[in-house]
């Protein structure tokens, strides 16, 4: 695992704790889906 992907987990994690802290963790999940969602549609039309 490179140095930048570990970051990138890190911080990932970091926020979901922070959304947990502010009450906002349905919002932060519902967006992450989304944007899994419109990623994978982008890359079927695209292929």
Same mark, same amino acid.
């Given at each position: 695992m490179?140095?930048?992907s570990k970051i990138?987990?890190?911080l990932r994690?970091?926020?979901d704790v922070d959304a947990v802290r502010? &009450? #906002?963790v349905g919002r932060r999940v &519902? #967006?992450?889906v989304a944007g899994k969602g419109s990623g994978?549609?982008?890359r079927k039309?695209?292929?």
């Open positions: 490179s140095l930048k990138y987990k890190f994690i970091w926020n502010k &009450g #906002r &519902g #967006r992450r994978k549609l982008l039309l695209f292929k």
